[in-house]
């Protein structure tokens, strides 16, 4: 669905297709999933940032489990993704965030923090 240029100014961020909260600042960083041209496509995962020092970084981790079908029991495992922290998003340490995939934006990066979903511990 286009938007016109007069819509778009009136509401300041852009349409990213998923139905996440924009974030109430705004920058001018052309990455920006919601301020700037970045396309967010594909997976979307909810984990929490374990690293934040890299500028406009996240490193965001989430737990899950795999089914051993050999001893018909479950085993713990965790993934871990370097994604995109735009300047109007900002998470820190410790925040349960939602990422979502786009196009890569670095060697490691092919993800992008669009939400806060919960605060530091």
Do not use: Q
């Amino acid at each position: 669905m286009a938007y016109s240029k007069k819509y778009k100014a009136k509401k300041g961020h852009n349409n990213i297709g998923i139905s996440a909260t924009a974030p109430a600042n705004k920058c001018s960083d052309p990455k920006c999933p919601w301020h700037g041209r970045l396309p967010i496509r594909g997976r979307i995962f909810v984990g929490e940032v374990k690293s934040a020092r890299a500028p406009k970084t996240a490193v965001v981790e989430w737990n899950f489990v795999h089914y051993i079908p050999k001893y018909e029991r479950y085993e713990r495992r965790h993934s871990r993704v370097s994604a995109y922290n735009p300047e109007c998003v900002a998470a820190k340490k410790g925040d349960m965030v939602r990422i979502a995939e786009c196009k890569p934006v670095s060697k490691t990066k092919s993800f992008a923090v669009i939400e806060i979903v919960g605060e530091n511990k």
